[in-house]
């Protein structure tokens, strides 16, 4: 079992920039799938960009939303996968979350609890 927990969320202005944090404890597999998803009130949860890695490959993956002013990497010594978010947008308020899964099956099956991320002036 991975347990996940996500931080760095707040109150970001139009235009500014907020990273998102997701350490991961536990059995972390050397094969492992994290995501990053966000829902905003009244809405669906939302793909917003994935990192997979298996041993020393990894490999990105961004939802439309995230394409541009997003970027999803992963610090290997620190167990934690980062979500540099630039360019923020009123629409982009949302409560984040990470989810990881295992590379062998499309599911997502441990989840943080979420952060949330409010952009307004």
């Known amino acids: 079992q991975v347990q996940l927990v996500e931080s760095g969320g707040g109150l970001a202005q139009p235009g500014g920039s907020l990273r998102l944090s997701c350490t991961a404890s536990?059995?972390?597999?050397?094969?492992?799938?994290v995501g990053w998803f966000r829902q905003a009130p009244g809405k669906e949860r939302e793909f917003v960009a994935a990192?997979?890695?298996?041993?020393?490959?990894?490999?990105?993956r961004y939802g439309d939303s995230a394409k541009g002013r997003f970027r999803i990497s992963r610090d290997n010594a620190k167990n934690t996968v980062y979500l540099q978010m630039n360019g923020l947008k009123s629409e982009d308020t949302a409560v984040y979350y990470c989810?990881?899964?295992?590379?062998?099956?499309?599911?997502?099956?441990?989840w943080g609890q979420g952060t949330q991320v409010t952009v307004s002036t």
């Open positions: 989810g990881g899964g295992r590379t062998y099956l499309t599911s997502y099956d441990d």
């Open positions: 536990g059995r972390t597999p050397n094969s492992y799938r």
């Open positions: 990192i997979t890695w298996s041993f020393s490959t990894s490999s990105t």
